[in-house]
């Protein structure tokens, strides 16, 4: 089965692409890993993308979809795959579909705005070990202070509600017009996503039955 998991950004889609991995036995193609991988193998499209990147630019639409090309060529993909962060745009939707790449379903994780700001805001990481916490929902035994090593806990600034808030913004205005282009191909699956990830995934994998 081919898939494609939408949802914004905090939104828990890496966690369902992991579980649908497992479930079907089939491989999660993130784009960044992918980049990161041909660039760490020094495919002609990871050394095209190596270029925009050295010169702090966007790698382009055309580069991005020639190194999800060559990924989906593996042999590991055979049986299908789950693109988690592609497309990302319509052009990227159509150049996928000009490649004769078949998907079957469109996965779509749904999170009100307001509780992916509250999820994101809240996280906390420790600048020693990468441990995670959250002021809601795993709250360090002491304040600012790491359980496992005693390092301190600081909030990324990926994570700070500014920097949120202008990241859906922009998955809105880019991504979101996608849910209307598969569901007029009678792709899209919508899974409002809950409070505890279990029933997200009980969700997720009722989608892929139906």
């Known amino acids: 089965m081919n898939l494609i998991l939408l949802g914004a950004p ?3 889609k890496g966690t369902q692409a992991e579980v649908i991995c497992e479930h079907l036995n089939i491989p ?35 580069v991005v979809i020639g190194i999800i090309q060559e990924r989906l060529a593996k042999d590991d993909c055979k049986n299908g795959f789950v693109l988690d962060g592609f497309p990302r745009t319509i052009p990227q939707a159509e ?12 996965i779509d994780i749904e999170v009100a705005d307001e509780k992916i700001v509250e999820r994101m805001s809240g996280r906390r990481v ?23 090593c005693g390092g301190t806990l600081v909030q990324r600034k990926d994570d700070h509600p500014d920097t949120v808030k202008e990241r ?43």
Do not use: W
Request: proline share 3%; hydrophobic share 35%; with cysteine.
């Open 95 to 106: 150049a996928l579909d000009k490649m004769g790449i078949v998907i079957d379903k469109v």
């Open 10 to 12: 905090g939104a828990g």
């Open 28 to 62: 999660a193609i993130s784009t960044g890993n992918i980049i990161r991988e041909a660039l760490k193998s020094g495919t002609e499209m990871g050394l095209k993308a190596k270029s925009f990147m050295d010169a702090g630019k966007l790698v382009p639409d055309e």
């Open 168 to 210: 859906l913004n922009v998955y809105h205005e880019q991504t979101e017009p996608l849910k209307d282009y598969y569901e007029k191909q009678g792709k899209l699956c919508i899974v409002e996503g809950q409070e505890e990830v279990a029933d997200t995934t009980k969700l997720t994998l009722a989608a892929l039955e139906a």
């Open 126 to 148: 420790c600048e020693s070990c990468g441990a995670s916490y959250h002021l809601l929902y795993k709250k360090p035994e002491e304040e600012g202070k790491c359980g496992k």
